[in-house]
């Protein structure tokens, strides 16, 4: 019995370690920032295994210069309300988590797979995922991620964690960040992005790789043209910033 109690102390001390370090690392991004992250990493080791040159392009970008145009279609394609939400957006994991218990209950008796976790995920999710996790999907994992979530509010403003993410989502393969991505798509700077150019990149988000090669689109198309049209139309409502809350008068 003593050994069992051992052992749990062990894996919650193990726990918590992982979350100290996690916040550290999560700490030193207030001034620092990323050299990669674990997504990057992975694909870095799939494409180009122990090869010293590689394909996988990045280029950080300041949030400042970067086009108002991109960031309001990211928004839109994402999280149009990720400056107003403190990480999550509950009623949409609750819609996620419905889709996936049908898509488990509509599974054939005799196959195993791993659970469909699918939607739900703001930008500060997504990035919580890129920076630290894999892509395997599980429960686990998505309770690591939520943690994450916490820590990256908790210790970042909103906008820091927007020019992260700019600068860390892949953008097809082995192109991570709005530099890279608007180098590769338009040989141009994120500063100089239009309203087209901005929407068209981010329509690509849902399915990255696919919008760069068809050879990944083997798992179902996307209409990128009709996501384009949709966020150009809803650009301009999205806020940049948190909205100040009106002060309460005076009785």
């Not at 726990?15 to 990057?40: C, E, H, K, R």
């Not at 509509?106 to 976790?117: D, T, Y």
Request: hydrophobic share 40%; net charge positive; with cysteine.
């Amino acid at each position: 019995m003593r050994w069992i109690l051992y052992l749990v102390k062990c894996v919650l001390a193990g726990f918590v370690f992982m979350q100290l370090y996690f916040a550290l690392q999560i700490g030193l991004w207030i001034s620092m920032d990323p050299s990669s992250t674990a997504f990057q990493r992975a694909e870095r080791w799939r494409l180009c295994s122990w090869h010293w040159t590689c394909s996988v392009k990045s280029k950080w970008t300041p949030y400042d210069k970067i086009s108002n145009n991109l960031k309001r279609a990211v928004l839109v394609s994402e999280d149009d309300i990720f400056f107003q939400h403190k990480g999550v957006r509950v009623e949409d994991m609750q819609k996620a988590w419905e889709r996936n218990q049908q898509h488990q209950q509509n599974s054939s008796p005799g196959k195993k797979g791993k659970p469909a976790l699918r939607g739900g995920s703001t930008i500060t999710q997504q990035l919580a995922k890129n920076l630290f996790l894999s892509s395997e999907q599980n429960y686990f994992r998505k309770a690591q991620e939520l943690v994450i979530t916490g820590l990256l509010e908790l210790l970042l403003t909103k906008q820091r964690l927007f020019e992260i993410y700019l600068n860390s989502v892949e953008w097809g393969e082995g192109i991570f960040g709005i530099g890279a991505a608007s180098a590769r798509y338009y040989s141009t700077t994120p500063a100089n992005l239009d309203r087209e150019q901005a929407a068209a990149l981010a329509s690509a988000l849902p399915a990255p790789k696919c919008f760069d090669k068809a050879q990944y689109c083997y798992r179902g198309s996307i209409h990128y043209g009709a996501r384009q049209e949709f966020i150009l139309e809803n650009m301009d409502r999205v806020a940049l910033a948190p909205i100040a809350t009106p002060a309460k008068k005076a009785k």
